[in-house]
């Protein structure tokens, strides 16, 4: 045999070993148990009908209570209380109800004057949803755990109703 001959049986031989080490790595990659998935949170612009030109301050304050309540959406899919992988199937009423009464429980554990602030605006969009058929079964779910008056004594001390006049204000300065 050539030296050209040898050197091209030999690149044959390379690139066979290197599909079967390929092919062995698929294998391996398919019996792998896979991770669980990755989450992705995005904001709206508005939050609450709340622009940062509106109210800075009020803005970022909604802006940090969406993203504790997605990331609580995220715990309960890692430990598969209201979601089943598998399945790809979920529970929204349930799941939605563990992540309100979390984020409540959260909040309510803070240690700090500003813990209040973030109850009564939480409360207050609890209190704010629509009342369709679904909205309704995951508010009587978050009651069992924080009654009705304890959420309506929150969000009266919110800021949230500062939206509607802050509407009111851009309705009157536009005639």
């Not at 698929?26 to 509106?54: H, M, N, W, Y």
């Not at 909604?62 to 992988?85: D, R």
């Not at 979390?102 to 209040?116: A, G, V, Y």
Request: charged fraction near 25%.
């Amino acid at each position: 045999m050539t030296s050209a001959s040898t050197s091209t049986l030999s690149t044959l031989l390379l690139r066979t070993e290197v599909q079967k080490c390929r092919s062995a790595e698929v294998q391996k990659c398919r019996s792998r148990p896979r991770k669980p998935p990755q989450s992705a949170i995005l904001f709206g612009s508005t939050p609450s009908g709340i622009s940062q030109e509106d109210s800075e301050s009020l803005f970022w304050a909604l802006q940090v209570l969406f993203l504790y309540h997605e990331l609580m959406h995220a715990k309960n899919l890692k430990i598969e209380k209201n979601f089943s992988l598998p399945d790809r199937r979920v529970d929204l009423v349930k799941a939605e109800i563990y992540t309100d009464i979390s984020t409540l429980r959260f909040l309510s554990s803070i240690r700090s004057p500003k813990r209040m602030y973030s109850e009564y605006l939480y409360a207050a969009g609890i209190l704010g949803r629509a009342k369709t058929p679904i909205y309704t079964r995951i508010f009587n779910g978050i009651t069992k755990s924080f009654p009705e008056a304890q959420l309506k004594a929150w969000a009266s001390n919110s800021t949230l109703p500062f939206k509607t006049q802050l509407q009111e204000r851009k309705t009157n300065a536009s005639y």
